[in-house]
């Protein structure tokens, strides 16, 4: 367990319904990133926060995403008119920079089928 | 474009033997390399690491060897254990990605390990 939770562990959504996915940081760790990594493959970058403020956003995200850290904490990702092309592991991580790299914590993710 | 791929996507040994796991990687810039374990049903779990300034680093019963002339970083397991079985994927952090973990993900390696 590297204290990083997410939850659900698993989501199944029929085609164009919304989904919302929740992670819970390491508690002292202020940086927080959300990736998506499908069958086979490895993860890809989805979007970064430092705090509360969002930084950087990936061209993978499109508008129907949207990520939030409101209080520099737990942070969601929320998916709309969920489309099958989105079945996929999202991974949230966290880390603290303590130098020029600093080493990603990654929960267990969340497992999405769009049915 | 930029990509981390792997050349075996499947590796086979006996334990007690030695593993090796190899990544060749496309972007000269990137300056940080990280290797991953990934179990089935888990996020990604942080190996060892290595910056682009070494050609080597070792851990415990793990090294990463980095060669910038060709392009190539290499996992070695030693004594591999039935344990070590999981995906392996090496990631590479761009030096233009502002000091964050915007990472570049390979596709993977599977590593059986057989009594």
């Known amino acids: 367990d590297t204290g990083v939770s997410q939850d659900p562990r698993h989501k199944i959504t029929k085609r164009g319904q919304n989904v919302t996915f929740r992670c819970d940081p390491i508690?002292?760790?202020?940086?927080l990133y959300w990736y998506r990594q499908t069958l086979g493959q490895g993860p890809e970058f989805l979007t970064y926060?430092?705090?509360?403020?969002?930084?950087?956003k990936s061209r993978l995200l499109s508008d129907r995403f949207s990520a939030e850290r409101p209080k520099g904490s737990f942070s969601t990702l929320e998916i709309q008119r969920t489309e099958q092309g989105d079945s996929a592991m999202y991974l949230c991580?966290?880390?603290?920079?303590?130098?020029?790299?600093?080493?990603?914590?990654f929960g267990s993710g969340t497992q999405l089928s769009v049915l | 474009g930029e990509s981390v791929g792997l050349h075996l996507p499947t590796l086979s040994v006996q334990e007690g033997d030695n593993s090796i796991i190899n990544c060749a990687y496309s972007?000269?810039?990137?300056?940080?390399f990280i290797w991953y374990k990934q179990e089935s049903g888990k996020g990604p779990q942080f190996i060892i690491d290595i910056r682009s300034n070494m050609d080597k680093r070792q851990g415990q019963r793990v090294t990463v060897l980095l060669n910038k002339t060709v392009k190539h970083l290499s996992l070695q397991i030693a004594a591999t254990q039935p344990g070590d079985s999981a995906v392996y994927f090496c990631a590479e952090n761009p030096s233009g990605s502002g000091g964050y973990n915007k990472l570049i993900f390979g596709a993977g390696t599977r590593l059986a390990v057989h009594p």
């Open positions: 508690s002292e760790h202020n940086r």
């Open positions: 991580a966290s880390s603290a920079k303590t130098g020029k790299h600093e080493k990603l914590f």
């Open positions: 926060f430092q705090n509360e403020a969002q930084l950087e």
């Open positions: 972007n000269s810039a990137s300056d940080y």
